[in-house]
């Protein structure tokens, strides 16, 4: 990034990108590193040219800051919270999904990661009549589990048809595939006017470890690379076009092997805001139950170590929160 | 380019530099094992694994710089540079909402509106970013404190890019690591940045090589990742930890002045109003 070329900003010639190539001057960094006095001494140069050049080519580049006040007015219109349809589970998440954070589920197998992703997806079409752009990386994500769960709220076909609509569903069996796939996303995001009806408001990977657990392992770098790449993309979708996203995530054995943490190991576990816990109520009794716990183990605002049951047999059928429209802080 | 600026400061301008740059020492004493500090030119580390209030603990010092001189705050700027989409405004604007004796949108904005913000999303973008700082830091007398969180957020994509030659790897690091150090010196700044704790602790303290050793202490959860120019640079390390045995969540820092060798250790509660020093 930043190498030095002709016409990559008003002022920068082929003639000036040699001389400065001859004082071992290539990059954008190497200029605004480099003392302009004498380099305009050496090169014949004029100094003004360069500091100008200089000021250009770093306001091109780098971040520019903004002020506190005016970031506030922003986030203050832009952020809404999306109840998931699940009453329990949206108190630990404090009323709902959050846009601009990415809210990591984790369980081990059969905890009902993706009944709860159906059920966001389901209550985010349907009640809050948003669109839904569910990733699926492990072929759990079945349509007419989803069609079961828009039927227990609606016996209205029109309805459930227009949900079903809200939510496009793809598939991405490796990291690259999903790492296009978001990029396309956040293009086609950008390029439509903003506020129209047909912007993504929820994005659901299910789950983030399908495509990243096999990159891990060994002495290879690239896998981490790639993994904080994922992360990267994951956390822009959420914070500059107002998704909330939410990753799926299972669990491995701790060092000492004998409890369970979540899988992705320690750099990703700075990535979500917030983490939750699913896991097969203690002493539920015969196999096939359909009793979760929810803890709460990494949130911004909230009090972590809160824990909630939930039915995912029932996630359809329970006492809804009544319908709201997206709610806006 | 900047001394132009200088040369040219009024009076009052001089007098608000100097002011303002004096009232560090209330800023946060908890987290200083040393007495003097903190001086400014001084560089503190949060590093820790995840949860463990290092966040909190940046808001905390934001909030404290960034309300009136009326409500006990120090009335100064800041400048937060987020390296990986991880700050929470709204968490920011309730903390100051609980500190603020009435509060009102006029006042929080007031407050906000000495605090400027920065996203770089590559290593490199972080470089120019400083680069490019140094009009902030002179048309500015009183930003005081210089934020980074996180400065490890590119570790693992450098390391990939820079081919099999670790001083290629980190070498834009190593730049920034320097260039933070001299803007610091230069414009009297207090630089807080956060590292994370990306490996895991060496087993067997007495084998890793970087894990670093205190007198009857045993060994800190520390393993230096980080490139050489950092460690140089880094006059204080606060490490963040969970009290995992009590009932209530407490968590725990240990201060650590790395040129006298200081240790000094707090335990601090995180409610809504934030940081809660026990």
Not at chain 1, 94 to 103: C, H, N, S
Not at chain 1, 117 to 134: D, E, F, M
Not at chain 2, 1 to 28: H, I, N, Q, V
Not at chain 2, 111 to 129: D, K, V
Request: net charge neutral; aromatic share 6%.
């Amino acid at each position: 990034m930043g190498l030095l070329r002709a016409g990559l900003c008003p002022g920068l010639t082929e003639e000036i990108v040699q001389l400065l190539k001859g004082r071992r001057i290539k990059t954008v960094a190497d200029l605004a590193a480099a003392n302009l006095e004498e380099v305009a001494q050496k090169c014949s140069l004029s100094y003004k040219a360069l500091v100008a050049l200089r000021r250009v080519l770093l306001a091109q580049f780098s971040a520019f800051p903004l002020n506190g006040a005016d970031l506030y007015e922003e986030l203050k219109t832009s952020t809404a919270i999306l109840s998931t349809g699940i009453g329990s589970l949206d108190k630990l998440l404090d009323a709902g999904l959050y846009t601009g954070e990415v809210t990591e589920i984790a369980g081990g197998p059969g905890s009902g990661k993706t009944q709860v992703c159906l059920c966001v997806a389901a209550n985010v079409a349907h009640s809050l009549q948003q669109n839904v752009l569910y990733v699926d990386s492990n072929g759990g994500m079945t349509a007419s589990r989803l069609l079961q769960l828009l039927q227990a709220r609606t016996q209205d076909e029109e309805k459930q048809a227009g949900a079903l609509r809200r939510i496009q569903v793809a598939h991405a069996f490796d990291i690259f595939r999903m790492l296009d796939m978001l990029q396309d996303l956040r293009g086609a995001m950008a390029q439509q006017a903003t506020a129209s009806s047909g912007a993504v408001k929820v994005v659901i990977v299910d789950s983030v470890t399908a495509v990243v657990a096999p990159l891990l392992g060994g002495q290879q770098r690239e896998g981490l690379a790639l993994m904080m790449q994922l992360a990267r993309e994951l956390k822009i979708l959420a914070r500059d076009l107002g998704v909330a996203v939410v990753v799926t995530n299972h669990l491995t054995r701790d060092r000492d092997g004998r409890r369970f943490k979540p899988a992705l190991g320690r750099s990703w576990s700075f990535v979500p805001s917030t983490r939750i816990l699913l896991d097969v109520l203690e002493g539920a009794g015969t196999l096939g139950s359909s009793q979760r716990t929810v803890c709460l183990t990494k949130s911004p605002r909230q009090p972590t170590g809160l824990q909630e049951v939930i039915d995912i047999g029932t996630l359809g059928t329970e006492k809804q929160s009544p319908e709201l429209p997206a709610e806006q802080t | 380019m900047c001394s132009d600026f200088l040369k040219a400061e009024s009076g009052t301008e001089l007098l608000a530099r100097l002011e303002g740059r004096s009232s560090l020492k209330e800023l946060e004493p908890n987290l200083f094992a040393d007495e003097d500090s903190p001086v400014h030119g001084d560089i503190l580390e949060f590093h820790g694994p995840e949860g463990r209030g290092k966040t909190e603990m940046l808001y905390h010092l934001t909030a404290r710089c960034i309300l009136p001189k009326s409500e006990g705050g120090l009335q100064i700027e800041v400048l937060f540079i987020d390296t990986d989409y991880h700050f929470d405004m709204l968490r920011l604007v309730t903390v100051l909402e609980h500190r603020l004796s009435r509060s009102s949108e006029e006042a929080i904005k007031l407050c906000l509106g000495r605090l400027f913000l920065a996203y770089c999303s590559s290593s490199m973008q972080l470089l120019l970013t400083l680069h490019s700082l140094e009009a902030l830091f002179c048309g500015h007398p009183s930003l005081c404190l210089l934020i980074v969180d996180s400065l490890s957020a590119f570790y693992w994509t450098d390391r990939a890019s820079g081919g099999e030659s670790v001083a290629l790897q980190e070498s834009t690091l190593k730049k920034c690591s320097q260039l933070l150090e001299r803007l610091v010196t230069q414009y009297r700044l207090l630089l807080v940045a956060t590292t994370q704790s990306l490996m895991q602790k060496a087993s067997d303290p007495a084998q890793g090589p970087s894990s670093s050793k205190l007198p009857g202490d045993g060994a800190l959860d520390y393993r230096a990742y980080l490139c050489k120019a950092w460690q140089k640079a880094v006059k204080h390390r606060v490490i963040f930890s969970r009290d995992d045995q009590s009932e209530s969540s407490r968590f725990l820092l240990v201060s650590h002045h790395l040129k006298s060798n200081s240790l000094k250790k707090h335990t601090f509660m995180i409610r809504e109003s934030g940081v809660e020093f026990c």
